[in-house]
C-alpha cells in the first residue's frame, strides 16, 4: 500500500515537471514569435528560457528535487547527466550568453546592437533542434 505522503509527493512532483515543461513549451512557442516579428535579442532570450526550463523539467524527474536557482544549460544538463557531443557542449556555451544579454541593462544594449537576423536565425534553430532532442531524451537517462 503506497503511504499518504509518498502519494502527495508525486502529486507535487508531477505539478512540478508539468509547470516546467509547460513553461519550456510557452518559452520556445515565444522565442520563434517574436523571432518573427524582428525582436531578434529577445528571441534568443526566450529560447535559452526553453532550454533552461526544459532541462529543469527533466532534472526533477530525473533526481526527485527541485530544479537549482541556475541558468546555466551546461550545469544543468550535467545535473540530469546528458551526454553531450563537444558541439553540443559549445551550443550550450553560446546559448548561455543569450541568457546573460538579455537580463542585464548594459549587456541588453550591446547584444541587441550586434545581433543580426542572420545570427538569430542560425542559433534559434540551433535552439529548436536541441529543444528536440533533448524532449526526445527524457526519460533515456
Request: a positive charge.
Amino acid at each position: 500500500m503506497i503511504e499518504p505522503e509518498s502519494i502527495m509527493e508525486k502529486i507535487q512532483k508531477d505539478k512540478l515537471i508539468k509547470y516546467w515543461r509547460d513553461g519550456a513549451k510557452k518559452s520556445l512557442e515565444l522565442a520563434n514569435c517574436v523571432m518573427r516579428n524582428g525582436y531578434y535579442d529577445h528571441a534568443l532570450f526566450c529560447g535559452h528560457l526553453a532550454l533552461e526550463k526544459l532541462l529543469k523539467s527533466m532534472m526533477v524527474e530525473e533526481t526527485n528535487s527541485s530544479a537549482p536557482r541556475s541558468h546555466d544549460l551546461l550545469y544543468l544538463a550535467g545535473l540530469v547527466k546528458i551526454d553531450l557531443s563537444s558541439e553540443q557542449r559549445k551550443a550550450l556555451v553560446e546559448i548561455n550568453t543569450f541568457n546573460i544579454a538579455g537580463r542585464y541593462f548594459e549587456e541588453k544594449l550591446e547584444f541587441h546592437k550586434r545581433i543580426s537576423k542572420s545570427k538569430a536565425v542560425k542559433w534559434l534553430k540551433i535552439i529548436n533542434e536541441m529543444y528536440l532532442w533533448l524532449s526526445k531524451r527524457r526519460g533515456k537517462n
